[in-house]
T-cell receptor
């Protein structure tokens, strides 16, 4: 089974801190995604990557950056966390012949 | 990628079939329909997908209309554990940049 692992289930950070959310997948998938999920808004795409060192902006990239140095790892970076970035963050990966597979999410609280 | 629309909520009696509709009227010929569900505090779980033919697996059945503008996910014998938010999405199975639209899904409540 495909496994997408997010490093933390819960995080609490202070406003202005730099925050790293890590995601690792074990199926050699080319495509990886970061979403955030907020009540009433569904899943919104922040960034995605279709190859090592490649990245594309999603619908809401402002305030975020990403890093894909290795195929299996896709990191989401909040350069200076703000309270409006309190959310559930979901990482996902897929390849052309597989469904999208999600991690169990990181619930980030910025105080 | 095509956008989808789903009813915000539905109820279903335990043991009965749950039929969840999805409209994707702008779907293109090479776009697959995928269904996922999300149980509280977990990541979305893949259920089933199809292109134009009806599909069935151990979890559910997927019925796609002939014009492919809508589909229905069927859970044949709903249980309390099927209470979740169900998402219908469409995507193109190709290499390269992919942008998915998840929407807000349908919250299914299975009633004892």
């Amino acid at each position: 089974d495909v496994k997408v692992t997010q490093s933390s289930r819960y995080l609490v950070k202070r406003t202005g801190e730099k925050v790293f959310l890590e995601c690792v997948q074990d199926m050699d998938h080319e495509n990886m995604f970061w979403y955030r999920q907020d009540p009433g808004l569904g899943l919104r795409l922040i960034y995605f990557s279709y190859d090592v060192k490649m990245k594309e902006k999603g619908d809401i990239p402002e305030g975020y950056s990403v890093s894909r140095e290795k195929k299996e790892r896709f990191s989401l970076i909040l350069e200076s966390a703000s309270t409006n970035q309190t959310s559930m963050y979901l990482c996902a990966s897929w390849d052309n012949n597989s469904p999208l597979h999600f991690g169990n999410g990181t619930r980030l609280t910025v105080t | 990628d095509a956008k989808t629309t789903q009813p915000p909520s539905m109820d279903c009696a335990e043991g009965r079939a749950a039929n969840l509709p999805c409209n994707h009227s702008t779907i293109s010929g090479n776009e697959y329909v995928y269904w996922y569900r999300q149980i509280h505090s977990q990541g979305p779980q893949y259920i089933i997908h199809g292109l134009k033919n009806n599909e069935t697996n151990e979890m559910a059945s997927l019925i796609i209309t002939e014009d492919r503008k809508s589909s229905t996910l069927i859970l044949p014998h709903a249980t309390l554990r099927d209470t979740a938010v169900y998402y219908c999405i469409v995507r193109v199975a190709r290499t390269g940049a992919n942008n998915l639209f998840f929407g807000t899904g349908t919250r299914l409540t299975v009633i004892p």
